[in-house]
């Protein structure tokens, strides 16, 4: 079994930060690409950002610039700093890990609760 505890989240205002955190634990080998994605009201969730396990990252075209994602592998840990937050990036957001739990050729995704990210303006 996986575990997955997202920490962060809140309300800012418009300019503002906020740093996400996301932990994984339990029958894990190893991770291969970690990720952050975001749903609104009324919409679908979406990618905002991934990284790869050698460090390749991805980005929404509507964070680029103001959101920086990373990971620790000791710690099977990713983050999300979001920089410049606007209103439009109000949302539940979740943390997807692809884990190897026994073998690499066999991965599963495992999300986070979700934790909502509120900006006002």
């Known amino acids: 079994q996986v575990q997955v505890v997202e920490s962060g989240g809140g309300l800012v205002q418009a300019g503002g930060s906020l740093r996400l955190s996301c932990a994984a634990s339990g029958s894990i080998l190893g991770i291969t690409t970690m990720g952050w994605y975001r749903q609104a009201p009324g919409k679908q969730r979406e990618l905002v950002a991934e990284?790869?396990?050698?460090?390749?990252?991805n980005y929404a075209e509507s964070v680029k610039g103001r959101f920086t994602i990373s990971r620790d592998n000791a710690k099977n840990t990713v983050y999300l700093q979001m920089n410049s937050l606007k209103p439009a990036d109000t949302a539940v957001y979740y943390c997807q890990f692809r884990v190897a739990t026994t073998t690499w050729t066999r991965v599963a995704d495992y999300w986070g609760q979700g934790t909502q990210v509120t900006v006002s303006s």
């Open positions: 990284i790869t396990v050698v460090d390749r990252t």
